[in-house]
């Protein structure tokens, strides 16, 4: 008899989902559109070196939306509260995987999403 595994771990991003911070500000139409350009520079080229500390745990998203707010020119509160919308609107890469994850749990194995996408997936995706 092969011996199940009681906990499974699965990551988030580009597992689960493909979704990204400030994404939804790429759409032409959004009021906020003309501060995607500057907002993805500062955080994934200007301030690529944060990322990983953020990761950890080092920095907070204030920290890091008051940082990009500093180097983007774009007000803090707005960095901030589109970050957090993009956070509750990420979406599984298929309506399948919350049914997949029941199917996983029934067989009395805890699944568990491992992520390191920051203290946002805590304060924003998972409640959303």
């Not at 032409?28 to 501060?35: D, E, L, R, T």
């Not at 070196?49 to 180097?71: A, K, V």
Request: with cysteine; proline share 4%.
């Amino acid at each position: 008899m092969i011996n199940q595994p009681k906990i499974i771990f699965i990551d988030w991003y580009q597992t689960l989902s493909n979704s990204l911070f400030w994404e939804h500000l790429q759409d032409v139409n959004h009021s906020y559109n003309k501060y995607f350009e500057a907002i993805e520079k500062s955080m994934f080229q200007n301030n690529r070196h944060l990322i990983n500390p953020w990761m950890r745990g080092e920095h907070t998203s204030e920290d890091m939306t008051q940082i990009l707010s500093e180097n983007s020119g774009v007000p803090q509160d707005i960095i901030l509260n589109e970050l957090a919308e993009s956070c509750r609107n990420m979406k599984f890469v298929s309506d399948e995987i919350p049914e997949l994850i029941n199917k996983i749990k029934s067989k009395e194995i805890k699944v568990v999403i491992a992520t390191d996408n920051m203290d946002t997936f805590e304060r924003f995706t998972i409640p959303a």
